[in-house]
Each structure stands twice: as structure tokens, then as C-alpha cells.
């Protein structure tokens, strides 16, 4: 219904801000993400919304980027999630994440969120994995941003992430390695894992 809100921040609470607009308060429900990192009460902020109806509720869920959007627009499909448990989720670890954490099948990672049992966080791999690619910012050597081109597409690209990651790299670093290499579709996890190694 509403793609954003942007007004001025009047109210923060525990997982809910008030955002005012046009002379009306906005009531939504944010993760703890969120919350860390909003502005000060008085400034303007812009919020993109996700609007939950129901029968017995209507709810408006926001994020500071498109990508948290998206993201939690794909786990509220998962069968067993819903709204307050995504928002749990992201509430526990960042988008980035929990993107890692699905295409590398960590549960254990997921199910750190409240109300998230290890069957759900299998459920959220299984179902997300086909639909989520890691897309890290990482720095270069000049310390400028640069964002991964080669999203994480492929069960060789994940097999050799989580080998590097077994070998003490961070993920971001195994991400860098492998989106450096030149990797082609024919390769299997070890060749990858080799050329990562090589880009070190």
C-alpha cells in the first residue's frame, strides 16, 4: 500500500516508531536494526513500509533500505514465518546475514532468533536459498566500497565459500576472493576454491 514514509521521528519504543506525516502519526513496526540505527527524535526520516492486513489487524512493518524491504518481504512467504517472526529474524542479525547464513545453510545461526525454531530456520534455507544471492559491499584496497557484481548463485560458489570460511577466512573475504577470480559456470567447488585461494 504505502512504498515509504518520510516524516519526522516523534516516538520510539521497544520495536515501534511513530513517523509524523502530513499531520498524521504513523504507527510501524521496526526491527531492533532499525531502532540501533535511527536518527535522533525530531529528524526527518524515510521508511520503507510493508503494509500486513488482516482481519483483526492492520500493520505497517519498516526498514532503512530497500534491500531489509525485500528481504523480509521473502521471509514473511516462508510457510510457518509470518510478519512478527521475520521481524524477529532481522531484529537478530543484519540482511547480509541472514543471506549468508541461507546460502551457506547455517539453522543454527537463524534459529538464534526468538520464536524461531530450528524446523523454521531449515524451512527459511530450503525455501530461500534458490532466491536470495549475497550482494556484500566489501573495500577495496583504497578503501572505496565496492559492491559484488557475481551474486552467489551457484552450489560450487557456496561449497567453496563455506570451505574458505572452514579455513578461518570471514565470509566478506571468501565473497571478495571468489568475485575476483575467473570463474566460469563449468567449474566445480574445488577449482573455485583454488582460484579464491590464488586471488589471496
Known amino acids: 500500500m504505502y512504498a515509504y514514509i518520510k516524516g519526522e521521528l516523534v516516538d520510539i519504543s521497544e520495536d515501534n516508531i511513530v513517523l509524523e506525516c502530513g499531520n498524521i502519526g504513523y504507527n510501524i513496526r521496526v526491527p531492533l536494526s532499525v531502532i540501533q540505527r535511527l536518527p535522533s ?13 488482516r482481519e483483526d489487524a492492520f500493520n ?4 532503512l533500505s530497500k ?7 521473502k521471509l514473511i512467504l516462508v510457510n510457518g514465518v509470518g510478519p512478527k517472526g521475520a521481524l524477529s529474524i532481522l531484529s537478530t542479525m543484519s540482511a547480509d546475514d541472514l543471506r549468508y547464513a541461507i546460502v551457506s545453510g ?4 537463524i534459529s538464534k532468533a526468538p520464536g524461531i525454531g530450528s524446523k523454521s530456520a531449515e524451512r527459511i ?6 532466491k536470495v544471492a549475497l550482494r556484500i559491499s566489501v573495500p577495496d584496497d583504497d578503501n572505496t ?6 551474486p552467489i548463485d551457484t552450489d560450487a560458489k557456496n561449497e567453496a565459500i563455506e570451505a574458505m570460511v572452514a579455513l578461518g577466512y570471514t565470509p566478506v573475504e571468501a565473497l571478495k576472493a571468489i568475485n575476483a577470480s575467473p570463474i566460469t559456470d563449468d567449474m566445480d567447488s574445488g577449482s573455485i576454491l583454488k582460484l579464491a585461494l590464488k586471488a589471496l
Open 41 to 53: 527524535i525530531g529528524t526527518t526520516v524515510k521508511i520503507y513500509t510493508y503494509t500486513s492486513v
Open 125 to 130: 534455507i530450503l525455501e530461500l536459498r534458490d
Open 67 to 73: 534491500d531489509d524491504l525485500e528481504i523480509y518481504k
Open 145 to 150: 566500497a565496492i559492491v559484488s557484481s557475481n
Open 106 to 109: 547455517d539453522a543454527k545461526a
Open 60 to 63: 505497517l512493518f519498516g526498514f
